[in-house]
């Protein structure tokens, strides 16, 4: 397996956070994505999105971070980032969607407001407070979800799945910049024993590294 992904990139983070956890055998390809290389020819024959990461098995094209991590959670079943049974497979779909649906959109002008390494690497202009502001709420409502679900437990499905890793990235990016989670302790916890985790470790220097 072919790994494209970039710098400073919560999404190829997730992918790799997944593929270490899976002990998976790839080839890491990195892009320099300020200067471009995520538009040129030979990656868009990859994903004509032009945006990372992706992912090349054989003749299976794949992009999407979620989409590629429950290929890499099939493809490794050993490592039981699925659940094996068919509802609890739907609960972790659901905790992808709400990552990529709303839980991300909500925190990425908080980011672009609040994290300067993402500011200077990807040339965001910071948003004007009220949208700041409107997201600061947004987001605080979908992690008093996340602090409900999390009740009890030390994995959103019981068991350490891609429901987890779906949400490491973007939240340590937006914890970087100050982000107070004290109203959520259950969602605070959790993070820490996400951010704690070996492969989370390996993710960061992968795909987390750069800008000042």
Request: hydrophobic content about 45%; proline content about 6%.
């Amino acid at each position: 397996m072919d790994f494209y992904y970039g710098s400073l990139s919560g999404n190829s983070a997730r992918v790799a956070f997944a593929l270490t956890e899976a002990g998976a055998d790839y080839t890491p390809r990195l892009l320099d994505t300020p200067r471009g290389d995520h538009h040129a020819a030979p990656f868009l024959a990859v994903n004509p999105m032009g945006k990372i990461p992706a992912l090349v098995d054989g003749d299976l094209r794949l992009w999407e971070s979620n989409a590629i991590n429950i290929y890499i959670a099939e493809k490794h079943p050993a490592a039981r980032l699925l659940p094996a049974s068919s509802a609890g497979r739907a609960s972790v779909m659901r905790w992808l969607f709400f990552q990529a649906g709303h839980v991300s959109p909500a925190g990425f002008p908080i980011m672009r407001a609040t994290n300067k390494r993402i500011r200077n690497v990807w040339q965001y202009a910071a948003p004007d407070s009220k949208t700041v502001e409107a997201a600061r709420l947004e987001l605080a409502r979908y992690l008093t979800v996340l602090d409900d679900a999390l009740a009890g437990r030390d994995w959103l499905e019981g068991d350490f799945s891609l429901a987890d890793i779906a949400y490491a990235p973007h939240l340590a990016l937006i914890a970087e910049g100050q982000f107070d989670f004290a109203s959520t302790p259950n969602v605070r916890a959790w993070l820490d024993r996400l951010w704690n985790r070996p492969a989370w470790s390996k993710a960061v220097e992968m795909a987390l590294s750069g800008g000042s």
